[in-house]
């Protein structure tokens, strides 16, 4: 099945600098990369997603980047501000009605 | 846009009660749901996938016997923590993708927070 690695497990950044988190995947068959934001104790929230047939989608000052021959995706947060600071995941998801498969998370600090 | 559902949001209870935790889709059918499991400072862990009007799917390492699920219509699915103990404390999310699913993303529940005393 598929495997998604995810790193850093933990990035403190000061507020305004960039952050990149970085994930790889295993299952070649994988065509949805979503990458969601969570707070304590709340749902994770879909903050950008990226299909296999897009190499780079940018919303605002998110970004996510996909190469599939290589099996990484990643996100960029820009000008980054303390309320960025969460937990963030990458998953990965087959076609079908299948689960998403997670990574195990970064925790981003933003420090003022 | 397409709402999940999750209630209750938070129980505190015995060891040993049977909790059930319920998943509703508002706005679309879903014969498909996902139950997931986090854990303090974890990932979410798929536990089984649930379908409408058949058996559903566990993960490895979950017990069947005692995450019960059914989802006998296409807009319930329910999990059923059976004889809980403090090892089943968890942040239990439910999540579904609407039958167009294709081009739409998965849609979350906003969790239910499971405390056994």
């Known amino acids: 099945g598929e495997n998604v690695e995810q790193h850093p497990s933990t990035l403190s950044v000061q507020e305004g600098d960039s952050a990149v988190i970085k994930c790889t995947y295993s299952?070649?068959?994988?065509?949805?990369f979503p990458w969601y934001k969570q707070e304590l104790g709340k749902r994770p929230q879909l903050i950008i997603d990226?299909?296999?047939?897009?190499g780079e989608k940018k919303d605002q000052r998110i970004a996510v980047t996909l190469n599939k021959t290589a099996k990484h995706f990643s996100l960029h947060i820009t000008e980054t501000q303390p309320e960025d600071s969460a937990v963030y995941f990458c998953?990965?998801?087959?076609?079908?009605?299948?689960?998403?498969?997670f990574g195990k998370g970064t925790r981003l600090s933003v420090i003022a | 846009g397409a709402v999940v559902s999750q209630h209750p949001s938070w129980v505190i209870c015995k060891s040993g009660t049977s909790v059930k935790i319920e998943c509703r889709s508002l706005?679309?059918?879903?014969?498909?749901m996902f139950w997931y499991r986090q854990f303090p400072k974890q990932s979410l862990m798929l536990m089984a996938t649930?379908?409408?009007?058949?058996?559903?799917?566990?993960e490895q390492g979950v017990e069947k016997d005692k995450f019960l699920i059914n989802h006998a219509s296409l807009t319930l699915s329910t999990l059923t923590v059976t004889s809980a103990h403090p090892e089943d404390s968890s942040f239990y999310i439910c999540?579904?993708?609407?039958?167009?699913?294709?081009?739409?993303?998965?849609?979350f529940g906003d969790g239910t927070r499971l405390s056994i005393l």
């Open positions: 999540s579904a993708r609407p039958p167009d699913g294709m081009n739409q993303p998965q849609h």
């Open positions: 299952d070649s068959a994988s065509n949805y």
């Open positions: 990226i299909r296999s047939n897009v």
């Open positions: 998953a990965a998801i087959r076609p079908g009605n299948t689960p998403l498969v």
């Open positions: 706005d679309f059918q879903a014969t498909t």
């Open positions: 649930s379908n409408e009007g058949s058996k559903a799917t566990y």
